[in-house]
């Protein structure tokens, strides 16, 4: 299989050849710098070459899109910049597509070290569905670049870090789930994510629970309800003290109810 690969990566005020480098990034790159300056630049990394743009704007959904807008390789692989990537992984992501020919999307596993300690992002192989999508970020995406572009797919700009505070990679899968599109998991690691501090969780505030209700207005005009019962029985443990079941519904109804308007 000689398709060729290319990582996508959305950065904020970084020295991009010193980034790459950490990143341990293996194959050609795209990175969207947002700085306060507009500016491109190209240079060679191990015989791959990396670009960078820089952009005077802000959003990760954005910052997304300009990449995918000028990738050009066959598999696309959404990176941020607190990975580090194992020595081997364009071989790992080759043979998956290998065995799974007529898959759109695999979805990789990565190791996520936090205060909590170590968790896997995926623990078995298998299909992604609707019931089991809204588990995976975008850290754990690759895809074949023709048919997310043959369907029109590109990431919200209204989520992730905008207007709301996350979300644009479960719209992103659910759209492509929604274009019945072939999206497969795998257990093999591909890379190490360090989150020392989410640029988004601030704790389970009146904010989170609004832009909870409004992601899942988005995700589903019919069944947003369910999602957001589910979330509220699921969770309920993790909620402060002073959060109830019934208060964070209601929040989160209300967050429903100001996307659709």
Known sequence: MNDSIEMLISTMNTVSQSLVKKMNIQTNAIVIN??????????????????????????????????????????????????VYVDNYPDLVKSEYEKYPDADMILFN??????????????????????????????????????????N?????????????????????????????NIRKSTKIIADVYNEESTWFKGFDEKFFLDRGALYRALSKRFYKLLIWQYAIRKRHTFPENMSVFESIQLMLRGARTFSQ
């Open 153 to 181: 797919i590109f990431f919200s700009q209204l989520f992730g870090g905008a207007k709301y505070g996350n979300g644009e990679d479960s719209i992103f899968l659910w759209d492509c789930l929604k274009a019945n599109m």
């Open 110 to 151: 990565v190791r996520i070290h936090d205060e909590k300690g170590t968790q896997e992002k995926v623990d078995q192989n298998g299909k992604v569905h609707y019931f089991n999508s809204l588990r995976y970020g975008t850290v754990t995406f690759s895809f074949r670049r023709d048919s997310v572009l043959r369907h």
């Open 34 to 83: 947002q700085t306060n300056q507009v500016k491109y630049n190209m240079f060679h990394l191990d015989k791959n070459t990396i670009q960078e743009y820089q952009f005077n704007e802000r959003g990760i959904g954005l910052s997304r899109n300009n990449a995918l807008l000028r990738a050009t390789a066959d598999i696309c692989m959404m990176a941020d910049d607190d990975m």
